[in-house]
């Protein structure tokens, strides 16, 4: 069965600075790879996502992430931390009739 | 283009009674997912509804149920509440062009907080 580990439960950044999410997965078979965000009181928004192809993708909100075969990871980047990101992001793992979410991680942003 | 609109947005109820939750999915949309969240579980999928048909199932009791209809909106119900079935309860549609639920992007409401008393 697939999985998804998201090791950090919560992230703070300053404001400006780099941020790393970090996300493995477990799947027999080559994944579709998502991540989605979720604001506070709102449902999740899909950041990006990887079927085939590239290994390096990019999403909205200047978002990207690189999947890496060898090391079974999905991390997402993104070079400057807005206030505006502070959420909760969530890694997903689907093939098939199945789709598995991480348990998140909280990103705080301090000013 | 409308986003997934999730009725009532807020919800309380007392230990086993029943309850509804509504979701209209995107125009066009043919698959319908239901995921509960908690701060415990995280997201944890209840079942997935495709041309009226459930096509999926995750592991929840019987006690959950849900439907779709021929416009694709959906139902969910759950009977006999109980205290731990507290939660917010996601609907998300897809287009589910390419196949099963794993291989096509979601799109989600904004959810219905369930708080059992």
């Known amino acids: 069965a697939q999985s998804v580990t998201q090791p950090d439960i919560h992230i703070t950044v300053s404001e400006g600075a780099s941020l790393e999410l970090r996300c493995n997965y477990s799947?027999?078979?080559?994944?579709?790879l998502f991540w989605y965000v979720q604001s506070p009181g709102q449902g999740l928004q899909l950041l990006l996502k990887?079927?085939?192809?590239?290994?390096l993708v990019q999403g909205i909100k200047g978002f990207e992430a690189e999947f890496k075969r060898s090391q079974s990871s999905f991390n997402l980047r993104k070079p400057s931390v807005h206030w505006s990101d502070a959420a909760e992001y969530f890694c997903?793992?689907?093939?098939?009739?199945?789709?598995?979410f991480g348990a998140g991680t909280r990103l705080t942003v301090k000013p | 283009k409308a986003g997934v609109t999730q009725t009532p947005r807020y919800l309380i109820k007392t230990r086993g009674q029943q309850v509804t939750l509504s979701c209209s999915p995107i125009?066009?949309?043919?698959?319908v997912s239901w995921y509960q969240q908690t701060p415990g579980q995280g997201l944890q999928f209840l079942f997935e509804?495709?041309?009226?048909?459930?096509?999926n199932k995750g592991n929840f009791p019987g006690r959950f149920s849900g439907r779709q209809f021929s416009n694709s909106r959906s139902e969910m119900n759950v009977s006999t509440l109980e205290l731990g079935d507290s939660a917010l309860y996601l609907c998300?549609?897809?287009?589910?062009?390419?196949?099963?639920?794993?291989?096509?992007?979601?799109?989600f409401g904004p959810g219905t907080r369930l708080t059992v008393l």
């Open positions: 998300a549609s897809s287009l589910s062009l390419a196949g099963g639920l794993g291989y096509n992007e979601q799109f």
């Open positions: 799947y027999g078979a080559t994944p579709y």
């Open positions: 990887y079927f085939s192809g590239d290994t």
């Open positions: 997903a793992v689907g093939g098939g009739s199945d789709m598995r």
């Open positions: 125009s066009g949309h043919r698959s």
């Open positions: 509804y495709f041309s009226e048909t459930q096509r």
